[in-house]
């Protein structure tokens, strides 16, 4: 597992990007403290160093109680002070960071100064909130069209209405499906996928995060998971026929009154019979400026509208009318 040597800020001087390794500020000289955030540039590479490796695998280091210098794992004195190592000495915390979660620079807050972002940084957030904006714009200025309404004074100019009764025929049908039903007659049968399934094939390692050793350097976690692979699962498939209700056939009825009426149905056989049926009512109105507008209100409210009556209509953006002002 790979291993990459850290950095840590100093937070006496503001020095920043010290290597790991390093247990004193080289600019000030002040200990590295105890609790100092190590963080793993980008551009970091591995350590191929055989010294460094060993050091870095050793443990994580030690604070003396005494001067508070961080000393290595493997030391029983220490080297600043030279101070015995006690039993219970506080130990750099070991860090878990899950993959992407790294930390990346430091957050030395008693920099007074803190890099500012570089302009392209700057350009692209104001490109991300522009576009956002654009985007919230277009949303609430597509829901106004339809929410947002104006009241016009209209005038009734006329009506009409529409009534429909589907007529259903008993015939012989072609379907398929993965069963034939009761009353089918089977005509041809082929295999086809019908669904898929997953199959383990083993088991990979694969990179997923970083754990900071407490002594400057991080190791690339490993972990497993199972592999697989996705397998059709193939089913007989059926054409057959059969005998269902199907609509042969729309009788119609329309008006421009108020006299609605259901179309009259004849049924040629013991084979047909009726369906569904459909209504709609249709009022429509003129404005001062000539503009027609109509509305499909329910029949009981349709019946009491008549010829030449103003009334205040509601109107979206889009100029449809969407009710009456009570």
């Not at 570089?118 to 692209?124: A, D, L």
């Not at 069963?179 to 041809?188: E, H, L, M, Q, T």
Request: charged content about 25%.
């Amino acid at each position: 597992m790979a291993i990459r040597e850290g950095r840590w800020d100093c937070i006496r001087c503001g020095t920043k990007g010290i290597f790991g390794r390093s247990k004193v500020c080289p600019n000030c000289q002040s200990p590295r403290p105890e609790g100092v955030k190590f963080y793993l540039p980008e551009d970091a590479v591995e350590v191929t160093d055989a010294e460094q490796l060993k050091q870095a695998q050793a443990g994580a280091d030690w604070i003396c109680a005494f001067c508070g210098a961080s000393n290595e794992a493997g030391r029983a004195i220490c080297k600043q002070c030279n101070a015995p190592r006690e039993p219970d000495s506080t130990q750099q915390q070991v860090k878990d960071y899950a993959l992407g979660a790294t930390p990346t620079s430091g957050d030395n807050s008693d920099d007074p100064l803190p890099p500012p972002l570089p302009p392209k940084s700057k350009k692209t957030r104001n490109l991300i909130i522009s576009a956002i904006a654009f985007v919230f714009s277009l949303c609430v200025g597509f829901c106004s069209l339809f929410l947002i309404t104006k009241e016009v004074t209209a005038t009734i100019t006329g009506f009409s209405w529409e009534r429909t009764i589907a007529v259903e025929a008993y015939r012989t049908v072609t379907e398929s499906g993965w069963s034939v039903p009761a009353g089918g007659r089977k005509i041809s049968e082929h295999l086809e996928k019908y669904d898929t399934r997953r199959i383990k094939t083993g088991t990979e390692t694969y990179a997923c995060g970083q754990r900071d050793l407490g002594n400057g350097h991080f190791q690339e976690k490993r972990c497993t998971r199972d592999t697989y692979r996705e397998e059709p699962i193939y089913k007989t498939k059926y054409t057959y026929e059969i005998e269902r209700w199907v609509t042969d056939h729309t009788e119609r009825a329309t008006g421009k009154d108020h006299k609605p009426y259901w179309p009259r149905v004849s049924l040629a056989s013991q084979k047909q019979r009726e369906g569904g049926r459909t209504e709609t009512y249709t009022v429509y109105f003129k404005d001062a400026k000539q503009k027609t507008y109509n509305l499909n209100p329910s029949l009981s409210a349709w019946q009491t509208y008549e010829i030449g009556e103003k009334h205040e209509i509601k109107v979206n953006m889009l100029g449809d009318a969407t009710g009456i002002v009570k």
